[in-house]
């Protein structure tokens, strides 16, 4: 075993073994080249959810574009799959197609959410790298999501670096801040990605001024004052919240910008400090509550006098909903619709087009997957009434190149705030039920 650090741009290797070995088989057995249609779809939504959001298609795309088999790849490869194989993969580029959601887009059982068309050894070798992709990013923004719903308007701030592995912590805060989430503690995440950073200090540097003589929490407070400002946010439960609010007001004056609880019960502490905060003249001072929380503790506390939200495992975990459930399935070979029939993991053959319906209010109605039909309007190919429809998938890539133009993060943000308020208002209830919006297959023969 050696200790030498791995290429770690190439995404190639980033894929499970019988991806190649079936490639193999397929090269000998002359199919390889078989044209294919191949769909990524959530069979149902995790326990308990009602909606899903899709996120992690840039990343994919990224992805995809290091997606090579250079001398470290093809050397990692010897033994494991034949010759003609490992010549295969060295000129490996993809050149199919791929149309998806669009990042921020709601999804439900049975939503189409990425379509890639090639050959089969061209489009099958991407089964793990996408799924991996789309299953993580997906279900943190779907956690993310409802954890935004819960705080009505209030800011969150995404603080779990320390609670996933490090490159995750990276992608769950790109996609939460997809999510409606403010900010995140993850400084990568930032210079990658764009997304705002926040942070201050944690109890370890409260406690940095204890001496023989004792603890000093307000040497503590000027300190962290004098290097950012009044405006900064004091964690002031390292020892007595009510001394330590006493504390930071008595350093920063009435124009403290918040101060932050991180444990204990944070409604009763909230209401308290508010009180306090109020009675020495710091109306305006912020309180800040962290310590895993996730969207039920965040809706518990809707009703408390909370500004913002830190939050931290719930949110890199999918609180409770780690992956998303999504599936790479076959759906179409040289134009003959296949599918599984397994018991519980049945797919629907033949490719597919997402439509979603909606009143003129905006609110959705339901999810139309239809078989056929790909060069007729959306609203000629549904019976829909007077309802609204849309097309969901747009194009990703086009003969192998990612298409340009494509939705950015804020984008994908916006799209998403816009999408959550065309929910039933059901749907973005935290209790158990049936998905917010049905989906509704239709086969339509194509013309």
């Known amino acids: 075993m050696s200790n030498r650090v791995a290429n770690v741009t190439a995404t190639a290797l980033l894929t499970d073994q019988y991806e190649l070995t079936m490639i193999s088989a397929a090269l000998r057995a002359g199919t390889a080249d078989r044209p294919c249609v191949f769909e990524v779809f959530a069979r149902r939504l995790p326990d308990g959810r009602r909606y899903g959001v899709v996120a992690g298609t840039g990343r994919v795309l990224d992805a995809l574009a290091d997606f090579r088999f250079g001398d470290d790849e093809i050397a990692a490869l010897d033994g494991i799959v034949d010759e003609q194989t490992l010549a295969w993969l060295a000129d490996y580029r993809f050149t199919g197609e791929i149309d998806g959601y669009r990042e921020g887009e709601l999804y439900f059982p049975g939503s189409p959410i990425m379509t890639v068309r090639g050959g089969f050894a061209d489009a099958v070798i991407l089964e793990t790298m996408i799924l991996s992709i789309l299953n993580h990013d997906s279900a943190i923004a779907s956690a993310a ?6 705080a009505a308007g209030r800011p969150i701030i995404e603080m779990g670096g320390r609670r996933t592995h490090e490159r995750s912590a990276v992608s769950s805060a790109r996609a939460a801040y997809i999510a409606g989430v403010t900010a995140t503690s993850n400084l990568e995440a930032a210079r990658t990605y764009g997304v705002p950073s926040a942070g201050t200090a944690a109890h370890a540097f409260t406690l940095l001024f204890s001496t023989h ?15 950012l400002g ?9 020892y007595d919240i009510t001394t330590g609010v006493s504390n930071a007001v008595a350093v920063a004056g009435p124009e403290l910008g918040g101060v932050r609880i991180d444990s204990g019960d944070l409604g009763v502490l909230a209401r308290q400090v508010r009180a306090q905060l109020d009675g020495l003249g710091a109306p305006d001072t912020k309180i800040v509550v962290s310590g895993d929380l996730d969207e039920y ?12 939200y830190g939050v931290g495992t719930s949110l890199v975990t999918g609180s ?15 134009g003959v619709p296949v599918a599984k029939r397994a018991s519980h993991k049945e797919s629907h053959g033949g490719a597919k087009r997402a439509i979603r319906a909606a009143r003129d209010t905006g609110t959705i109605v339901e999810e139309i997957v239809v078989t056929g039909g790909t060069d007729v309007a959306a609203a000629d190919l549904v019976d829909a009434g007077n309802l609204d429809v849309r097309d969901l998938q747009i194009p990703l890539v086009r003969k192998g190149r990612v298409v340009e133009g494509l939705p950015t993060l804020v984008d994908a943000r916006d799209h998403l705030a816009r999408g959550l308020v065309s929910l039933p208002w059901e749907g973005l209830g935290l209790s158990h039920g049936d998905p917010a ?6 086969t339509r023969p194509e013309k």
């Open 145 to 150: 999501a409802r954890m935004v719903s819960a």
């Open 213 to 227: 003589a004792g603890t000093d929490e307000k040497a503590a407070f000027a300190a962290q004052i004098d290097a």
């Open 230 to 238: 009044v405006g900064t946010t004091l964690l002031v439960d390292t």
């Open 297 to 308: 503790a965040i809706a518990s506390l809707r009703a408390e006098p909370v500004d913002t």
């Open 320 to 334: 409770g909903a780690p992956t998303a459930g999504m599936v790479y399935k076959l759906v179409e070979v040289d």
């Open 437 to 442: 919006v049905p989906t509704r297959y239709v």
